[in-house]
C-alpha cells in the first residue's frame, strides 16, 4: 500500500534542555513519515510561550534562525500534520496556542476525537468561539472553563469531557504536561535526553536526538514535568489498552518502538505467519517496497522461498506535473515503482504487500509485473482486509470505497488481476505481536469499535 | 516622511456581487498602501464562509484558482494589514474568523481599541481563550457572549463594550454589517458596485472596480446589508466626529476621498496655506516625492517659485540586502531618492514634505542636496509639528523617538542641517480641510487624546 | 508612454577599486530601469575571470555571498538586460564570457549591431560556433580570429569589421577596455571611484556609488584600463556624433547626465518648447507620470497654466494576474494609473505624454480622465511623432505598429479621442538639447537613418 | 556507499514521436540518478533546434507549456548533469547548442574526454572560442572546423580527434546521431517506441517510457536517424570493448540494462561470489540500502545466513541546514540511515555494501550499529578495494582521498572500527558478470588505464 491511508500526525515535546526547539524539530524530523503537510513548535522560556507553525515539511518551516533565536527557552513541544485540504487549512496547522486565564497555554494532539463536534456544540452554546476546525481547539477551552484553580486539575477535568484517541502534549509558562487516553489508542514513549526529558509518538525520534528511552507512557496516564523534579505521573484512568494494530501493520518506522515492541519485528513476524497460513509454490518472494519488506523477509525466511527486491522504488522523483501520452498507462505507478524484469520473467512470484484499501494501487503493480513477464503472481497481504473506516486517528477512506468491504476475497483478487490472493487471519495477527488480542484495537478489520 | 509612521490596515466590503472576491481583492489591491505585509478575504456563499489569508502583498497571497473555486459565494470582506514583527504574525493576519452559537462569523478590521487589553483580561477571566494577539478577536468574544438573540443586537452590545477607533466589516451567513466607532476616527465609504455594495477605507478602491461613490458611513453607524434590500442604517452611537486628520496629510492616496473630502485638493492646500505662513525667498520649490507632491504644487502657485522635481524617486529599486562599502553614505535614502544635481547646483530650494517623525531621513535629504550642490535648503513640512504617539490605529514611535517631542525647532533645524525650517500651524491646517476643526482628531500635533 | 518601448540594457564598468563587483551591483541597481529581466556581472582578480549572470532583477540575481565570495578582484564589469522572449533566454543574459588564445575575456554590450547577420554568417563560414543569438557573440568571435598579437589592438580589429551601435565594456585578465561606436549612439560616462574608475551608462549609476563624473567616453574613443596608470585614450574612429535623442525624450532617468547634457532639464526645456508651438486654453496641465512630468513642468511654467498631478501612479502593484471582470475595462492602465477625479472634473486638461507608440496606451488614459469628468482633453507629446523603428539598440514595434507611421495626426487625435493632439516638431526638439542638430540621430521620427 | 562518487551525467534521444520532448523528459526522470543538479532537452521540429536547461532536478526546470509549446517537434535529445560548483555553472548545463556552418546542432554527452584541454588548446589557438568549462563543446568546435560537406562524415572526423569516454547523442535540423566510443565506457542502448527510436544511458528509461528494448549502441559505432528510414550504423570505430564496472557496482538502477546484462542479476551475483570468497559466521547479513541491497541477497542466499534489513534509510529528509547540538553526533549519517536496534542488539553482523571511498561513511554506520548493540560488525565489500581515481566520467576524489589507495586492509578495517573486512576480488568480480574480462575498465580498482 503506497497512499491512500495516512496517520493524521505526531508529536513530541522536551523539557528542560537547552536546546529544547532544536530537539523537537529533529525529533519531528524522524516522525516526517506520520504527517508532511504542516509542522509546528511552541517554545517556553519560563516567561513567555512562542509559537512558529506553518504548512510544509519541517524543513521547509523552519531555520536556524527561528530555532535559535525565535523559539528560545529549554522546554517546547512540536507537531507534524497530514493536513485535509480545505479553507483556511494553514490555521489547522498545530501546536494551538491560547492565552486564557491562567496565562499561556500551547497543545499538541495525535489522535481523533469522537464526542467532538457534541463538545464543541456545547462549548460554542456556552458562548466559546471555534477558530478552527481542529479537535484540539476543544480542549484549550474545556481547560479554560475549567472551575479548578490548577492546570493540572483543570487537563484532568477536560480529558473526562472528551472522548476518543488522543496523545496529548501540553506547554505552559513553566511546565509540560504529556496524557494519554484511557486506551492509549495512538503510542506515545518517555525518553531521558541529557538533563532532561522527552516524549514522543514513536522511539526513532529518541534515536536521532540521542535520547534514551525509558517506557511508555501508560495508558490514562498523565506525566507532569517541572523544573527540579522527576516527572509525577497520575494515573487519570483505569488503563484499558487497545493500542492501534495498525500503527505495526502499516504506519510506524521499522526502525521504531511503539507500544513498548519493535515494529520490524512485529511486521516480520507477520510475514512468517502469512507464510504459514497462505503458503504457495513459487520461485520468489517480492515486497511491495517499502512497507512490504519486513514481512516478505518474514515469509521468505518462513517458506524457505527465496526473497528477492524484484520491485524498486525510484526514490528520486519530487513531484512532477506532466501529464503523459497515451501510451504511458500506468504511469503514476512506473514513476514511483519498476519491476526488475529480467529476474522476474517467467517466474512465480508471491508479492508481499501489507494491506490494501481501494484495490487500485495492487492492480497496477499487477499488471505491471505481468507485462514484465510475469508468470504467476500471488498476493499475500500481511494483515486482514481492511473492511472498516478508522475514528480513531488514521485517515482512511469511507467504507464504500474499502475494497474488501464491498467484495469478496475471490472479487478483488479478480479485480486486482492476481492469480491468488490471501489475507493474514487476525488471529495470526495477534499471535505476531505481543500482549492480549484483547489489549489491541483492530477495529478497521473487524468493525468492533470500542468507543 | 518616507517611513517610520504606517497606517495599521485597510478593509473593504462587498455584498451582493457574483465576482464579490475578487472585487475584494481589487479593492485590496487599490489600497495596499495602507498595508503591505498580510492579506485575507473571507467570503460567502449563503452557507458558509471561506478565509484565505496570509503573510505577503494582495498579489502574492491570492491567485485566480483561489478567488474563483475556494473564495465563491456573492460576499466577500477584506484586509490588508501592515503587520507586526513577533512571534505568530501569521495568526495575525485578518479577517478573523469563528464559529460562535449562532454559526459562522468573521471580521475585519481598521483602527485601534484603546480598551483592548481591559476587555481582553476580563474576557479571560470569564473563560475565554485568545489565540492571536488582535484586538479584534476581542470582538468575535464579545459577540459569542452576548445574551442578544440577533447578530445586530449582538454587534451593539459588542461595540459598547469597546472604546477606541473602529472602522468594521463583518460577514455572517447571510448578512455583511459596516460599523464605525462614534468618533468616526478611521474613514469608511459606501458605494454602490454592479447591484449590490461595496464599503472601503478610501474611495480610490471603488475607482479600480468601477464601484460609484454613495457617501460617508456615519460616525456611530451601523449599516446592515440584507438580501434583497437597501442598506439599513442604525444611529449605534451619536456621531462626534474626530476624523485621524492625518489620512489627509499623508496616509490616504491622494484620487481618494476620505471623510467625504478629495485627498489632494486637501494636500495641496496645506502647501497654499504653508506658503502663506512660512514664506521665503528661493529658486525652487522641490518636494520630497511621493508625499510631498501635492504640497509643493500648492506652495508654488501660491508662492510663484517654480515647481521643480529637484528629487526623484527610484521604483525598480526592490529590497537589497548588499552591504554598501564604506565609501556608500546614506546609500538607504539614495536607492530610492536621487537629486537632480544639474537643476538643484548653486540654487536656493525650498524642500517641502508632509511631515518629520525622527528626523534622521530629513537629515540624509538636505545632506543629499547640499552634496548636489544646493546653496539653501529650506524646509518646509505640511503639517505641524509631530510630537504625541497616536493610539487610534496609526503606528507611530514612542514619544522619545518624536524628534518634534525632544527638541525646539531651532534645535531641529539644525539637527537636520537646515537653513531654515517650518511647520504648518494647527490652525492653518484646519483651514486647509473643510468642516469645524472639532471635528478633527489632532492629538499627534497637540496631545490632545479624545479617548 | 509607459510601455511598448524599452532600451535593450546598460553596461558598467569598475575598475581598481576592492569592492568592484559590489560597486558594479549598485551601478547596475541605478541603472535597473534601462532591463529588468537579466543581469549579470563578470570579476576579474588578475588571475581569473568570475562571472555570475541569470534572468531577474539585479538584486534577485546577486546576494551578499555572491559579491564577496564568488565575484572577487578589483575589475568588474557588469550588464542589465531587457531580454526578449523565446528559447534559451538563459543564455543571452550578459556578460558574454570566453576562453580564446589570448586567455579569458568577458564582453558587456550596449547597443544592436546592423550588420551582425553578416558577420555572423561570415564567421560561421570559417568554422565559428555560435551559442547565443546575441550580436555580442560576434565580438569575441573576431577577436579571436584578429591576427594581432594584443588584446588592444584585437579590438581595434574587431570594431572595424562591425557596424552599429555600441558601447562596450571588455574585461581580460588584467585590463579594462571601454569603447564607443563612431556616432555614440548610445551613452557611455567616465569617472572616478575612489582610487580607481568606473564606466557607465548613465550618471546616475556614479551618484550612487559616489564616484565623480569626469567626462564622456567620446564617439569613437577606445579606453585602455591598467594597472598604475591613467586610462589610455585611443582615437580608433574619428567621431562623427549621432546620438540617440530618444535617450532625453524618454530612457533615461531624469537625475542622469547622458551625452554631456542632464535629462531633466532637456526634457523640461522640452516642454516649453512645447508649450510655444503648441498652445491650448486650458485649466490646467497634468503629465503622464512618470515620464512627461518635467515636460509638464516646462509647458506649465511657459504657459502660465498651472501643474497638477492630475494622474497618479500607484507603485504597489506587483504583478497581477487576475482575470477582471465584465465591468472593469481598462483594468491594466488603472492598475497603474489614477485620475484625481475631484481636481479634473470638469475642467479642460493638457495632459503632457513623452512619446505616442500605438496609441492604445493613450487612448485609455484620455477615456479614463473622460470618465472622471474631464470637459477636454488636449494631448500634448514632448517629441515628433514616432514614425519609424529603431535599429540602434531600441526595442520599438515594427512600423506596422506605430499608430504614427499609419495615420495622420487627425487620425490619431480621434483614435486616442482627445479633443486635439500636438506634437513637438523636429526643430524645437532639437533647440531643447544643446549641440548641432546633426550630431543626434532622429531616425525614429525622421527615417533618415545613419548607417 | 552512501556518497562521494557521482556518476557525471545521462543522455536520452528520441526520434520521430510526436511526444518527443515528452519521452525525452520522462526519460531523464527514469534517468535522475545519474544526476541531479542541471537537466536540458533541446528539440527539433524539422527547421529549428528549441533548447531550454536549468539548473535543478528534471522536474523543477520543465513544465507541461515548456514541453508542450517550446520544446516542439517530434525529435528531442536530453540530458541530466552532476554539476561541479564553480563560477558560471549554468553555463555547464547540457544539451550544448550552436549555430555553425551547417546550420544548428545540438550535443548531449555522457563521459569524460581525456585529451579535452589538448584538444581545446589547439583549437584556441586557430581562434576558436569556448564560453564553458565542458568537454562537449570540443565536439561542436571539432565538427564545425572540420571539412567534410555532410555531419555524419564531420561527426566521424571530430570523434577521431577526441580521446576518452563518451556516449554522444546529436541532433540536427533533420537528424539524430548517436556515437559511442570504441571502447564503450559508458552504456547506450537503443530502443523502439511508437513508431519511432529511442536510445538512452540505461533501459530504465525505456521501461517508463514504453519503449521496447532493441539493443546495444556498439562500442564505436554511430546510429544515424532519419526520418522514413531504419536506423542506419556505420562502425566508425573497430569495437574494443571496456566497459566500466562500476556501472554494475554501483551507478546503475537495478532494474537496468546496461552493457546487455541486467544490473540486479550482476549485482546479486556479486554477492553470492563474495560469500565463497569471504564467508565468515554471522547472525545475519545486513545491507547498507540502497546500494547494497542485491549483494547482501545473493551474501544470504549463497551463505544461508538470514538477510535482515537492519538499516532503514529514511526518505522524508529533505536538505535540512539546522546545526546539530553537541550531543548528535555522526547526525549526517543518522538522518538518512537509522539502525533496528532491538533487531541487532547483541547480534553478530555481516553488513554488505557496494565500495568504500574514503571511510568516513562506513566508519559511521559501523559506529551506529555498534551503538545499536551489535556485537560484531563485519564488513563485506562487493568489489575490490577502490585504489585509483576514474578519468573516463565518474566523479571520484583524487587518489590521496582514496582510503584504499592509503591504507592496507588491516589499516582500514580498524580505521572503519569493524570486527572484519573483506572486498570482491577482481576476479570474482568478473565472474559476477558477463563477457570476457578484458571487455571490461577496472581501472578504478587496478590503476590499468585504457587509455
Partial sequence: MLENVNEKCAVVGIFNHK???????????????????????????????????????????????ILENTLVGDMAIGHTRYSTAGDDSILDAQPVHANYDLGQL????????????????????KGAIFQSSMDTENLIHLIAKSNQRKLKDRIIDAVHKIKGAYSLVFLSRSKMFAMRDPNGFRPLSLGRVGEGYVVASETCAFDLIGAEYMREV???????????????????????????IFEYVYFARPDSNVFGQNVYKNRKQMGIELAKEHP???????????????????????????????????????????????????????????????????????????????????RRII??????????VHMRISSPPTTDPCFYGVDTPDKDKLIAANMSNQEICEYIEADSLAYLSTDALMRSVD????????????????L
Fill in 106 to 125: 500551547s497543545i499538541v494532539h495525535n489522535g481523533n476525537l469522537i464526542n467532538a463536534n457534541e463538545v464543541r456544540n456545547e462549548l460554542i452554546q
Fill in 435 to 450: 500482549g492480549e488480542a484483547s489489549s489491541y484495537c483492530t477495529a478497521c478489520f473487524t468493525g468492533d469499535y470500542i
Fill in 367 to 376: 499488471r505491471m509485473l505481468k507485462e514484465a513477464g510475469a508468470e504467476e
Fill in 218 to 244: 501508560e495508558p490514562g496516564e498523565m506525566l507532569i514535568f517541572e523544573k527540579d523534579k522527576a516527572p509525577q505521573s497520575i494515573k487519570v484512568f483505569e488503563a484499558e489498552p487497545k493500542h492501534c
Fill in 19 to 65: 536546546d529544547a526547539s532544536k530537539l523537537a524539530y529533529f525529533g519531528l524530523h524522524a516522525l516526517q513519515h506520520r504527517g508532511q503537510e504542516a509542522a509546528g513548535i511552541s517554545s517556553g522560556d519560563g516567561k513567555k510561550l512562542h509559537t512558529i507553525k506553518d504548512r510544509g515539511l519541517v524543513s521547509q518551516v523552519f531555520n536556524n534562525d
Fill in 280 to 362: 504457495v509454490e513459487a520461485d520468489m518472494i517480492v515486497p511491495v517496497p517499502d512497507g512490504g519488506i519486513p514481512s516478505a523477509i518474514g515469509y521468505s525466511q518462513e517458506s524457505g522461498i527465496p526473497f528477492e527486491m524484484g520491485i524498486m522504488r525510484n526514490h528520486y522523483i519530487g513531484r512532477t506535473f506532466i501529464e503523459p501520452t497515451q501510451e504511458m498507462r500506468d504511469l503514476k505507478v512506473k514513476m514511483k515503482l519498476s519491476p526488475i524484469t529480467s529476474l522476474i520473467k517467467g517466474k512465480k512470484i508471491i508479492v508481499i504487500d501489507d494491506s490494501i484499501v481501494r484495490g487500485t494501487t495492487s
